[in-house]
């Protein structure tokens, strides 16, 4: 009535409930009289049924949001019992895998490569102790064998020397004109020992003389302990019909000097002759002089037999034209830079070519000795002194290449003697 009159909504009163069915409860006066009291009850059993379109519930949340928790408590129990189920399982799956690892499982292993370990290290220990001893012995060799190896790299040194040499081949063995013949007669071979050898490069270089070396070797010195090599000797090979770049001075350089600038010397076995291999390097002229000399192959009456000059001097094609006829140690040269040549007078390294007479043999008739004069064949003879510097290589430390030239052409790199 009250929402009728102030509302003005039209109340409709509820007499039945549709749907619902048993007479003697519908019939019943007291259900008649309390009617109202059951449309609460009815319109939930119709919500629950989703039989209405409005849905609401008088639930307090507290109660619903237990109902809820009541409700999830089963698949939450059963969750937590799957993970408690899969964690026992991954750990008991862990032990067996850890088991199969475990130290003792291995143990007596270990134990073998513990032992195997403390022999090795015994072993070693004892191994140590005798390389030492070794390297004692060795070093007790080599200090007693130390002179036999100078002494073998001294033969190494004449024996390079000797291959530079020019010498005639095949058919010019049989050339009598001492002047064709491609052979440097060596008169004497001096050593010097020095502290450094560049000082000896230094002097040279000081004395304008720097020229006089290879393009190759005038800005680089050697250095280190060494010995200055100085060989004095002499050649006629200066025919006028030889080429004059060929002749003179010119030919020491385009044999020896250019010989002993070369890595190794093919000496026609398997074993090339080491040259700069050995030690040598840096090779120069630093005195020469033309002479006018009787011609030596040509044996006079008031000759000497076995002068220089004469059949006795005059080494055999193999040797190169003599190898030396005057060693000389360098306590008796006279040298005051170290290695520093002194060039000789004038005639001073000619050696003498004897008087008219010599003791022991007649004076000849003045008319004979100048009709022989008349007919002496005077020839050149360039005598010439040339130094080197050896620091010596033992042959173990000895190198197959010269240093920064594999492959590079020049002079170092070659095998073959100029002749």
Known sequence: KFLQQNLQSEVIKLDEFRGVVGDSVLSDPLFIENIMAFAVPYG????????????????????????????????????????????????????????????????????????????????????????????DNKKAIEELTAPLQKRELWMELLKAINECLPRDTGNDLDISDVTLQKQLRIESFVQKKVENVSAWHTALVEAKLDEEFHVDDRETAPDGLGYIITLKGHHYYNSKDVDYEDIGRNFVEDTLVKNLRQWTIDNGTDKPVAVGQLGISHPIVVYHNDLEVPDPSVRRPGMQAGMPGGPGMMGGPGYGGGMMNNYESSNESAMETPGMYSPPGRGGMSGGMGGRGTPGQPLQPLDKIDEEEKETRMVTRTDFVMQFAWIPVPEGERQATPPGAEGEGGDAPAETPSE
């Not at 067996?96 to 130290?103: I, P, T, W």
């Open 44 to 135: 939930l059993a119709l919500q629950t049924l989703k039989q209405t379109r409005i849905r609401t519930t008088l639930l307090p949340p507290e109660i619903v949001v237990d109902r809820k928790i009541r409700q999830k408590k089963p698949w939450a129990v059963g969750l937590a019992a799957g993970l408690l189920v899969a964690m026992g399982l991954s750990t008991f799956a862990s032990a067996r895998v850890l088991n199969s690892v475990s130290e003792a499982k291995f143990k007596e292993g270990h134990d073998a490569v513990a032992d195997l370990q403390s022999t090795i290290s015994g072993n070693q220990a004892s191994y140590d102790a005798q390389k030492a001893a070794h390297e």
